[in-house]
């Protein structure tokens, strides 16, 4: 009898579920599901924008249209709000109306758009942590980075100098932070640095006589382009001036451009003899000895180890690959390999290449008298490629 009892009971409790169920829907407005859905295809598609034109990941696959990726940018604020404010209705007409959808696909939805908007909207940022400013720029001693560089004084590097002050850039070092206050050379220069271009360009960061805040933003065309805090313009690395001024399409040499500071690249051992006692720039989330440990939190601890791996594996990729990382190279010039690694200098207004190969087959080179000798010298590897008429001083 007691069996039968908790039969009956059972019974009871399923037909009441079922009538409730039956009265939720009998309830509900005819416009919800209407207006629910139409929420949650609004922010599929603005997070998708978010992803496809802003997120690194979403780049190794898809090669969206510069015109798309500024302009989604430019609009970021419009289309996150587009994103988040219907999935936030929708959350609020599901509490309202059980009814409009089930949980387990509502979360599932939810968790999807969440992770997009993350990877298009805050990771980049997150993930590419710049030290651009005095109070964040780690730099230490010569003899402290050997220490803590994976390859010791093997290391190569980028050199700064600015008025007979120099530090050392690692590639390894500056890879993640995109962009360096280089405070222990000069007060108002930065360094920037893509690893996917094998490029470090240090400027003043000031434009229209206004100071420039520059962050890391994305890559187009497989080249760092960064973002003024100041005024959210995107600014390509190669081009060292804003989006604006070039959509203009007068041409980079009709345009006001931040002033460039030459630079060098040598190992740190060499640095280490041309200029002992300076400093040399370290990351302090991506070093071992510097950045945050497991016990201090595990969170971000796990994080910059995927980050740091993801970005190695890309440039060792990068490096060793005919194809580019990033299929959104257009120019093309078949007069060297893809990957061949030149060095720059600038030649009465034009920018003048040459390989490492070539180099190494002359002692000097004479461009032309107004702009001085361009030298290279080597040892093991090189020294330096630059512009001077007493080279000897650097040797």
Request: hydrophobic share 40%; glycine share 6%; with cysteine.
């Given at each position: 009898?007691?069996?039968?009892?908790?039969?009956?009971?059972?019974n009871?409790?399923?037909?009441?579920?079922?009538?409730?169920?039956?009265?939720?829907?009998?309830?509900?407005?005819?416009?919800?599901?209407p207006?629910?859905?139409?929420?949650?295809?609004?922010?599929?598609?603005?997070?998708?924008?978010?992803?496809?034109d802003?997120?690194d990941?979403?780049?190794?696959?898809?090669?969206?249209?510069?015109?798309?990726?500024?302009?989604?940018?430019?609009?970021?604020?419009?289309?996150?709000?587009?994103?988040?404010?219907?999935l936030?209705?929708?959350?609020?007409?599901?509490?309202?109306?059980?009814?409009?959808?089930?949980?387990?696909?509502?979360?599932?939805?939810?968790?999807?758009?969440?992770?997009?908007?993350?990877?298009?909207?805050?990771?980049?940022?997150?993930?590419?942590?710049?030290?651009?400013?005095?109070?964040n720029?780690?730099?230490?001693?010569?003899?402290?980075?050997?220490?803590?560089?994976?390859?010791?004084?093997?290391?190569?590097?980028?050199?700064?100098?600015?008025?007979?002050?120099?530090?050392?850039y690692?590639?390894?070092?500056?890879?993640?932070?995109?962009?360096?206050?280089?405070?222990?050379?000069?007060?108002?220069?930065?360094?920037?640095?893509?690893?996917?271009?094998?490029?470090?360009?240090?400027?003043?960061?000031?434009?229209?006589?206004?100071?420039?805040?520059?962050?890391?933003?994305?890559?187009?065309?497989?080249?760092?382009?960064?973002?003024?805090?100041?005024s959210?313009?995107?600014?390509?690395?190669?081009?060292?001036?804003?989006?604006?001024?070039?959509?203009?399409q007068?041409?980079?040499?009709?345009?006001?451009?931040?002033?460039?500071?030459?630079?060098?690249?040598?190992?740190?051992?060499?640095?280490?003899?041309?200029?002992?006692?300076?400093?040399?720039?370290?990351?302090?989330y991506?070093?071992?000895?510097?950045?945050?440990?497991?016990?201090?939190?595990?969170?971000?601890?796990?994080?910059?180890?995927?980050?740091?791996?993801?970005?190695?594996?890309?440039?060792?990729?990068?490096?060793?690959?005919?194809?580019?990382?990033?299929?959104?190279?257009?120019?093309?010039?078949?007069?060297?390999?893809?990957?061949?690694?030149?060095?720059?200098v600038?030649?009465?207004?034009?920018?003048?290449?040459?390989?490492?190969?070539?180099?190494?087959?002359?002692?000097?080179?004479?461009?032309?008298?107004?702009?001085?000798?361009?030298?290279w010298?080597?040892?093991?590897?090189?020294?330096?490629?630059?512009?001077s008429?007493?080279?000897?001083?650097?040797?």
């Open positions: 009898m007691s069996l039968l009892r908790i039969l009956r009971r059972g009871v409790l399923a037909m009441g579920v079922r009538r409730v169920a039956t009265e939720s829907s009998r309830t509900m407005p005819s416009w919800v599901k207006v629910f859905w139409a929420g949650i295809a609004t922010s599929q598609v603005g997070t998708f924008f978010l992803f496809r802003l997120a990941l979403s780049q190794w696959v898809v090669e969206p249209p510069r015109s798309s990726t500024i302009s989604t940018w430019r609009y970021k604020n419009q289309l996150s709000a587009a994103t988040l404010c219907p936030g209705l929708g959350g609020l007409l599901k509490l309202a109306y059980p009814a409009v959808i089930s949980w387990p696909l509502f979360l599932a939805i939810s968790g999807w758009t969440g992770l997009l908007f993350y990877s298009g909207v805050i990771n980049p940022h997150f993930m590419m942590r710049a030290r651009n400013q005095k109070e720029a780690v730099y230490v001693s010569q003899e402290e980075a050997i220490k803590l560089l994976p390859n010791g004084a093997d290391e190569t590097c980028i050199i700064l100098e600015v008025d007979g002050k120099a530090a050392a690692p590639d390894s070092q500056v890879l993640r932070p995109h962009v360096i206050n280089a405070a222990e050379v000069a007060e108002d220069v930065v360094l920037t640095y893509c690893g996917l271009s094998n490029l470090g360009i240090a400027y003043t960061p000031k434009l229209g006589g206004k100071p420039l805040d520059l962050h890391p933003m994305t890559q187009m065309e497989n080249n760092l382009v960064m973002y003024d805090r100041n959210m313009e995107p600014v390509q690395q190669l081009w060292g001036t804003t989006e604006s001024r070039m959509e203009c007068c041409g980079l040499n009709n345009v006001e451009r931040m002033k460039e500071w030459p630079t060098y690249r040598m190992t740190l051992q060499q640095f280490c003899k041309a200029w002992p006692g300076s400093k040399v720039f370290m990351n302090d991506s070093t071992k000895g510097l950045k945050t440990e497991i016990w201090q939190n595990p969170i971000i601890f796990i994080y910059d180890g995927m980050m740091d791996v993801i970005f190695n594996t890309s440039i060792a990729y990068q490096k060793t690959n005919e194809k580019p990382v990033f299929p959104t190279l257009k120019t093309k010039d078949n007069r060297l390999p893809n990957k061949e690694n030149v060095y720059v600038p030649v009465e207004g034009d920018d003048v290449a040459y390989t490492k190969a070539f180099l190494q087959e002359k002692n000097s080179l004479t461009p032309t008298s107004e702009e001085g000798k361009l030298w010298h080597t040892s093991r590897s090189l020294i330096a490629l630059g512009r008429t007493t080279p000897q001083a650097k040797q």
